[in-house]
């Protein structure tokens, strides 16, 4: 199947620092770029939608100045946490479909500490 | 009320064991319904879509119910192996993958 590469895989940062996490599809273009939050032993929860070249789509309640998403191109799709406090405090995934597929393939996620 | 449903277990089940696990979704117009396994801090992998027919792979059957509303997830003979959390996924947009998860039910299979 496809491959969705995620980094870094584990970041550990202090309050009031940005975190930047890549996700890139490596063997297929992926136009629409989806990424998720999972607090522990709750469910993945859409954040927002990201499109190769336009702006991302936001969940409801989610912050697009705090959760910066850039899809400059067709395999890479950055999520940038601004300002990181203690509560975002999470595991972060991302999710890539091929054009004209179903499955969706996740990249590996990202647990991110704030301290 | 969540989109999709499902009990959080865990299942506790000896090798071998049959089991069975259920999820409701609220969004009739839902298109596309999956099963997706997660190990513990691992991303979700997909295991089986599920089709209105129900359909087989291998040990593993799903069956899906549009007029109630409910999709569920059979394990035959289980293994080890099959220890992890299976999420119920419903994709809520027709031709855009918008997937919405349930909160997952934990399996845990037992020597």
């Known amino acids: 199947g496809a491959v969705v590469s995620q980094h870094p895989s584990r970041v550990i940062c202090k309050s009031g620092t940005s975190v930047k996490i890549e996700c890139r599809s490596l063997d297929f273009q992926a136009t629409t770029m989806f990424w998720y939050r999972q607090f522990p032993k709750q469910s993945l929860m859409l954040m927002a939608t990201?499109?190769?070249?336009?702006?991302?789509?936001?969940e409801q309640g989610v912050e697009k100045d705090k959760f910066l998403i850039n899809h400059a191109s067709l395999t890479l799709s950055t999520l940038t946490v601004t300002s990181a406090h203690p509560e975002d405090s999470s595991f972060y995934i991302c999710s890539a479909t091929e054009e004209g597929g179903t499955e969706a393939f996740f990249g590996q996620g990202t647990r991110l500490t704030v301290v | 009320r969540k989109e999709v449903e499902q009990d959080p277990g865990p299942f506790n089940v000896p090798e071998g064991a049959t089991v069975a696990f259920n999820c409701t979704y609220s969004n009739s117009a839902s298109q596309s319904f999956f099963w997706y396994r997660q190990d513990c801090r691992k991303e979700p992998k997909l295991l089986m879509s599920v089709y209105s027919s129900g359909n087989e792979d291998g040990r593993f059957t799903a069956q899906l119910n549009r007029a109630s509303q409910y999709i569920s997830l059979l394990i035959r003979d289980s293994k080890l192996s099959d220890s992890a959390t299976y999420l119920c996924v419903v994709n809520s947009r027709t031709g855009f993958q918008k997937l919405v998860f349930g909160t997952g039910t934990r399996l845990l299979v037992s020597p």
């Open positions: 990201s499109n190769e070249g336009s702006k991302a789509t936001y």
